[in-house]
């Protein structure tokens, strides 16, 4: 699983969507509450293919195996602050920083939920 999603970010990071998506969701068929899949998938369909519906379907699925996991608080936060929900996206991020105060990205950007 691990390894089908690094094959995934790295086919992100070149912007090859079309082989990053083919890697998640072939994780995602062998274990579909794989977090890190979910969420990276997630990411890449935010940022990458601006599909917000679609990211957000799948960090809350991600949330739902770990409900306290930091990095995907803050990328959800981010995809509803980039959505203009930014009352949800402060309540995101509060949950983010509860679970995590210490964590670069809560860190960074706290600015943006205040």
Same mark, same amino acid.
């Given at each position: +699983? /691990?390894?089908? %999603?690094?094959?995934?970010?790295?086919?992100?990071? !070149?912007?090859?969507?079309?082989?990053?998506?083919? %890697?998640?969701?072939?994780?995602?068929a062998m274990n579909p &509450?794989?977090?890190? !899949?979910? %969420? @990276?998938?997630?990411? +890449?369909?935010?940022? &990458?293919?601006? $599909?917000?519906? #679609?990211?957000?379907?799948?960090?809350?699925?991600?949330?739902? *195996?770990?409900? =306290?996991?930091t990095a995907t608080l %803050? =990328?959800?936060a981010y995809l509803l602050?980039? $959505? #203009?929900?930014?009352?949800?996206?402060?309540?995101?991020?509060?949950?983010?920083? /509860? *679970? @995590?105060? /210490?964590?670069?990205?809560?860190?960074? =950007?706290?600015?943006?939920?205040?």
């Amino acid at each position: +699983m /691990d390894a089908l %999603c690094s094959e995934a970010d790295k086919y992100q990071q !070149s912007r090859d969507y079309e082989r990053a998506e083919r %890697c998640f969701r072939k994780a995602l068929a062998m274990n579909p &509450g794989h977090t890190r !899949s979910l %969420c @990276n998938y997630a990411y +890449m369909l935010h940022v &990458g293919r601006r $599909d917000y519906a #679609k990211a957000e379907e799948l960090y809350r699925r991600a949330l739902q *195996t770990e409900p =306290n996991r930091t990095a995907t608080l %803050c =990328n959800y936060a981010y995809l509803l602050h980039s $959505d #203009k929900r930014l009352s949800e996206a402060k309540q995101i991020f509060h949950r983010a920083r /509860d *679970t @995590n105060p /210490d964590h670069p990205w809560v860190r960074k =950007n706290q600015h943006l939920f205040t």
